[in-house]
């Protein structure tokens, strides 16, 4: 399939196969032209996943997590389901793209394997002359008669692996002590004040302030804004699904009510447990 020449670069969708398969599914794509971008003036939640390449002008991304990056042509966000995020031109630039959204099990096995990490969600790719091309021939291959769902998945999990490089990221070699309290402050709930936090240091192998000293030092927060951070990371996820109330939420996460679990979130995120259902939605 060809894609709009860069020259005459133009906003319109893409066509796509009526595809639905188990494991994953691409949910739309198109090419955008002077685009004003995402999340102004407030980030955004997107709810799903989607690529977005930069093939000319230039801008910023942000996110929640403080992540800031400049953009030129040729690199690649990664937008993930629950990150709050914003991205567009900046400085009288413009801003030409092509995205591609897509969800499905298999993304987020990738993203445990630590594929897609959130602590990187930009990159380059390659320019955006070959990155353009690489993609029309993407798609002209997915339009094949009869392509089956599963073949037209596994097809953008090999072009995503190209985009962003699909190899997980060599592991960091940790002292066994740091693994086990990440492990027990992760699993640790209401555990994680100060008392919970004096048995993981026990556990440790280490007094109170020894281990706050040194998991502060290696990680760069403190034991008990660490275990915070991981149930916040995990209340996103279960806000996507929409069958779970926030009592429900609170108590599977280890809050002590429902309130202390709107007031925690909405502190931690900027947005209340119900705003972020919201946004879900309307996105």
């Not at 962003?164 to 990440?182: E, F, H, I, Q, S």
């Not at 100060?194 to 240091?201: E, M, S």
């Not at 034991?223 to 996103?236: M, N, Q, T």
Request: glycine letters at 12%.
């Amino acid at each position: 399939m060809d894609l709009p020449a860069l020259s005459q670069w133009r906003t319109g969708l893409l066509p796509l196969p009526r595809l639905s398969g188990g494991i994953g599914e691409i949910t739309l794509a198109g090419t955008m032209a002077d685009s004003e971008g995402a999340g102004h003036p407030r980030m955004r939640v997107f709810g799903q996943w989607a690529l977005v390449y930069l093939v000319a002008g230039g801008g910023i991304y942000r996110d929640q997590r403080g992540f800031m990056q400049k953009m030129v042509p040729g690199d690649w966000i990664l937008v993930f389901p629950e990150l709050a995020h914003s991205y567009g031109p900046s400085g009288g630039d413009r801003w030409d793209e092509i995205y591609i959204c897509f969800r499905g099990p298999v993304f987020e096995a990738w993203r445990e394997a630590g594929v897609l990490d959130p602590a990187h969600p930009t990159g380059h790719w390659t320019r955006p002359e070959r990155g353009v091309r690489a993609l029309g021939n993407f798609f002209g291959k997915i339009h094949r008669r009869n392509i089956s769902p599963l073949k037209a998945v596994c097809l953008w999990q090999e072009m995503l692996a190209e985009i962003v490089g699909g190899t997980p990221k060599p592991a960091t070699v940790r002292d066994g002590w740091l693994g086990n309290a990440m492990d027990l402050l992760e699993d640790s709930g209401t555990e994680s004040g100060v008392t919970g936090l004096r048995r993981i240091a026990e556990a440790c192998g280490m007094n109170y302030e020894s281990f706050r000293k040194k998991f502060q030092g290696e990680v760069g927060m403190s034991p008990g804004r660490y275990a915070l951070s991981r149930r916040v990371e995990h209340a996103r996820r279960l806000l996507m699904l929409q069958s779970l109330t926030n009592a429900e939420i609170a108590g599977i996460l280890g809050f002590y009510d429902e309130f202390h679990f709107s007031k925690t979130f909405s502190r931690w995120t900027g947005t209340s447990p119900k705003e972020f259902r919201k946004q879900l939605r309307a996105d």
